[in-house]
């Protein structure tokens, strides 16, 4: 069984839009620019913020038929890139607490059903 576009949409959307909106506050912000890869030019800061535009705006073409296929195609190369950085927070975190180590292992596998709901929108 074929699971309805609309639903398919939420499921890619929906994560987009709310992760790139918590680049903005400077709480959370603060936590995303320890994901920032150090080798990446500039301040970490315009790397957080910039990834949360690219998230949000990519939500945002998603939303809308006109431009959904080439978003969805943008978004699996964004999706699998951004897995860089949760790879960085399970790498720092592997020494930190179980619940911690667990909430950075975890969040490795779940960019797989995004990646795959992303490609699926083509």
Same mark, same amino acid.
């Given at each position: 069984?074929? $699971?309805?576009?609309?639903?398919?949409?939420?499921?890619? $959307?929906?994560?987009?839009?709310?992760? =790139? /909106?918590?680049?903005?506050?400077?709480?959370?912000?603060?936590?995303?620019?320890?994901?920032?890869?150090?080798?990446?030019?500039?301040?970490?800061?315009? +790397?957080?913020?910039?990834?949360?535009?690219?998230?949000?705006?990519?939500?945002? /073409?998603?939303?809308?038929?006109?431009?959904?296929? /080439?978003?969805?195609?943008?978004?699996?190369?964004?999706?699998?890139?951004? +897995?860089?950085?949760?790879?960085?927070?399970? +790498?720092?975190?592997? =020494?930190?607490?179980?619940?911690?180590?667990? $909430?950075?292992?975890?969040?490795?596998?779940?960019?797989?059903?995004? $990646?795959?709901?992303?490609?699926?929108?083509?």
């Amino acid at each position: 069984m074929q $699971i309805p576009e609309p639903v398919r949409l939420a499921a890619v $959307i929906v994560p987009l839009a709310g992760v =790139g /909106a918590l680049h903005f506050p400077p709480k959370t912000a603060r936590v995303i620019d320890r994901l920032i890869p150090d080798f990446l030019p500039g301040p970490k800061r315009a +790397w957080t913020v910039g990834s949360g535009v690219v998230e949000v705006g990519t939500a945002a /073409a998603l939303s809308m038929p006109r431009t959904r296929s /080439a978003a969805a195609t943008f978004a699996v190369g964004l999706l699998t890139a951004l +897995w860089v950085g949760n790879i960085k927070m399970a +790498w720092d975190w592997r =020494g930190k607490s179980p619940a911690m180590r667990a $909430i950075a292992y975890g969040r490795l596998p779940l960019q797989i059903p995004l $990646i795959a709901g992303a490609k699926s929108l083509r």
